[in-house]
């Protein structure tokens, strides 16, 4: 097993702004899009509308990668690299220095097709019962104790696959239910959708039917069954997370196997998307214990790449890859377009609700505020929020916004 090195970083360290306090609220945002993987976030109180500028309160150099940060027990989580390294920092929110730093030699070789990308991480951290676990672009899984940072497992899995991690490297954000955790190892051509028992690591079942994709699963329960959904290299999958039986399966392929959105759930139904793949409803039913998926709606008007929509009641918004980056509101019931904005939004956006808003995060590190309307794309502000591009998602937390950009960990307060 690969050497640890760990390491407490006092005041001295280096901010762009320092406050001394902060009143903070005490909210979770443990994992990948939030605390039920949906994207939704306490609303900001607006009473006194929005600043012309966000305030920075803190920012600090954490690292390379797209993870993005987390929030758990007062505490801020960032995995990020630093040289040949991947590292996982914690952070005192109300100043941004660190409590303490673990690390572990984590050398990558990119892709030629993805080198613009960096080396990662690009899988984001989860915090449940006092652990935080990573998930490496390698695919180095490891669990650390989230008060002192000390390892308490980690593989790499260099012995059960030829490729540990899909062709552009691990991107799946693993998720914890019921002190089980979910991740799906391995590489192209030969993986494995896992169940460890999250305290020691030890597999609980695997379900070794398809290679990664770049999909976070969520769980859903289905006909009174608590299944995990997620994309395979190849399919569209619903597995029992109880034992791991394959219970559906659809077809889907992307160009350049490049499965990534996050499934959301509307109604019952699963909405998924694609590459080229437009974005279409699925009903999952059982009966004498054989599962059926029937395709409720289907639209070719919109298809999402790399950014996973909200639901806001009825309505779904997200952004499709079309004209260069077009955000869109479609009715989840039918499937019909309310409205879409105009092209060239970015290369992909982060998008959260948060009350009747939308923060909106692209690419080229502009965060906009719209709001969740069916009747248009209504902007009310859109604020600078780095010097480089922020691939990584997003945390709203109270009147507060976390930022990472290509090497930085930002602050800002929306008043």
Not at 204 to 217: F, K, L, M, N
């Amino acid at each position: 097993m690969k050497a640890m090195t760990s390491k407490a970083i006092g005041p001295h360290l280096l901010l762009v702004f320092l406050t001394a306090a902060m009143n903070l609220p005490a909210q979770e945002w443990p994992q990948w899009r939030g605390p039920a993987r949906d994207g939704v976030a306490r609303s900001v109180d607006e009473r006194s509308g929005w600043p012309e500028e966000l305030t920075q309160k803190w920012a600090i150099e954490i690292g390379l990668g797209h993870s993005a940060p987390v929030v758990s027990g007062g505490k801020i989580y960032q995995f990020s690299r630093q040289g040949e390294d991947e590292v996982v920092s914690c952070l005192d929110p109300a100043t941004g220095n660190v409590l303490w730093k673990q690390s572990y030699p984590a050398p990558y070789r990119m892709n030629s097709a993805a080198t613009s990308h960096g080396k990662g991480p690009k899988s984001t951290p989860i915090v449940a019962n006092g652990r935080i676990t990573t998930f490496g672009i390698s695919g180095i899984l490891s669990s650390f104790d989230a008060a002192t940072g000390e390892l308490r497992w980690q593989k790499d899995f260099t012995d059960q696959f030829p490729a540990t991690s899909p062709l552009y490297g691990t991107a799946m954000s693993p998720l914890v239910e019921d002190g089980v955790l979910i991740a799906h190892i391995g590489g192209p051509g030969q993986g494995a959708l896992t169940a460890f028992t999250a305290e020691t690591g030890d597999v609980q079942w695997s379900w070794a039917g398809d290679g990664p994709g770049y999909t976070s699963p969520i769980i859903v329960e289905l006909d009174g069954v608590s299944q995990v959904v997620t994309h395979s290299e190849e399919h569209i999958v619903g597995i029992a997370l109880t034992d791991g039986k394959l219970l559906w399966s659809i077809p889907f392929e992307t160009a350049y196997v490049q499965n990534i959105v996050t499934p959301v759930v509307h109604n019952g139904n699963l909405i998924f998307s694609g590459l080229d793949k437009g974005i279409f409803a699925v009903k999952v039913t059982q009966t004498d214990s054989t599962w059926k998926t029937e395709k409720v709606w289907e639209t070719n008007e919109h298809s999402m790449y790399m950014s996973s929509p909200v639901l806001v009641g009825d309505l779904m918004f997200g952004l499709s890859h079309k004209r260069r980056g077009q955000f869109f509101c479609l009715d989840a019931r039918s499937g019909n377009t309310h409205w879409v904005s105009d092209g060239r939004q970015g290369d992909n956006a982060a998008i959260l609700q948060v009350g009747d808003m939308l923060f909106l995060l692209t690419t080229e590190a502009q965060l906009i505020i719209a709001r969740a309307s069916e009747e248009s794309f209504d902007t009310v502000r859109q604020y600078p929020v780095a010097e480089s591009p922020t691939w990584a998602h997003h945390v709203v937390w109270g009147n507060r916004v976390l930022i990472k950009d290509k090497s930085t960990l930002t602050l800002w307060a929306l008043k």
